[in-house]
């Protein structure tokens, strides 16, 4: 159980930022105790592996935030973050995470579906609510999104259980920014639709007599 939710986590947090969690996951491979990947993904820890990620994850940093680029970036990481969520909760379902799971260590190809689903549901969440989430966070959205990786990543490794809590409140948040955001739309549309109203009416009012007998024949 604790080893799936590490798992999710990961996965979650691939749908995010697909590099933070892969650099966090070989980096404590490499340097801790804390995870042993198994041996077909024992390729994760290594100083390729790691410096290619760590060139990638500052590669979409930059690209995420720039106006008009992140929602391009978002188009090919639809492709990108579901494969690396399907690696990276293989490679934490299947290593000794607080505890061994023999289960997923048998069926590792079952790990990368599940990852795949969670990575791309995360990923789609975030695409699709993108323009709320900036205009709530003045545009600070994306740091947002990296800061709570990070957090996620750490806390699938370290503290499996908050996993559950944090997609919780992620999904709780990214929908009270939504419709917090329709709303704000809606309001915005209505007072617009007001003063347009008001202003033709004046308009009609200021109209000399003749003009408005001639509009009229022409209704």
Same mark, same amino acid.
């Given at each position: ?8 986590? %990961?996965?979650?947090?691939?749908? %995010?930022?697909?590099?933070?969690? /892969? #650099? ?8 801790? @105790? /804390? ?6 993904? @024992? ?6 592996? $790691? ?5 990638? /994850? ?6 995420? &935030? ?5 929602? #391009? ?14 690696? $990276? !909760?293989?490679?934490? @379902? ?25 990575? %791309?549901?995360?990923?789609?969440? &975030? ?9 709530? +966070?003045?545009? +600070?959205?994306? !740091? ?7 957090? /996620?990543? !750490?806390?699938? $490794?370290?503290?499996?259980?908050? #996993?559950? !809590? ?21 309001? &915005? ?8 109203? &008001? ?21």
């Amino acid at each position: 159980m604790l080893a799936a939710l590490t798992g999710v986590g %990961l996965s979650a947090a691939a749908g %995010l930022n697909a590099f933070i969690p /892969l #650099v966090i996951v070989g980096v404590l491979a490499r340097f801790t @105790s /804390l995870i042993e990947l198994p041996s077909s993904l @024992s390729w994760l820890a290594s100083w390729p592996a $790691i410096i290619v990620s760590l060139v990638l /994850l500052l590669v979409e940093v930059v690209l995420d &935030k720039i106006p008009a680029v992140d929602h #391009v970036n978002d188009i090919i990481q639809t492709a990108v973050r579901p494969v690396v969520g399907a690696v $990276i !909760f293989t490679a934490a @379902s299947a290593a000794d995470v607080v505890e061994s799971s023999q289960f997923w260590q048998d069926h590792q190809w079952l790990g990368y579906i599940v990852g795949a689903i969670m990575s %791309l549901t995360v990923h789609l969440g &975030k695409a699709t609510s993108r323009t709320a989430i900036n205009a709530a +966070t003045a545009g +600070t959205g994306s !740091f947002a999104e990296d800061a709570v990786a990070v957090g /996620l990543s !750490f806390s699938a $490794i370290l503290f499996p259980w908050l #996993v559950v !809590f944090a997609l919780l409140a992620m999904g709780a948040a990214v929908y009270r920014i939504v419709t917090t955001g329709r709303r704000r739309r809606q309001r &915005k549309a209505a007072v617009q639709a007001e003063s347009r109203a &008001k202003r033709e009416a004046r308009e009609r009012e200021a109209d000399p007599w003749w003009r408005l007998f001639a509009r009229g024949r022409e209704d």
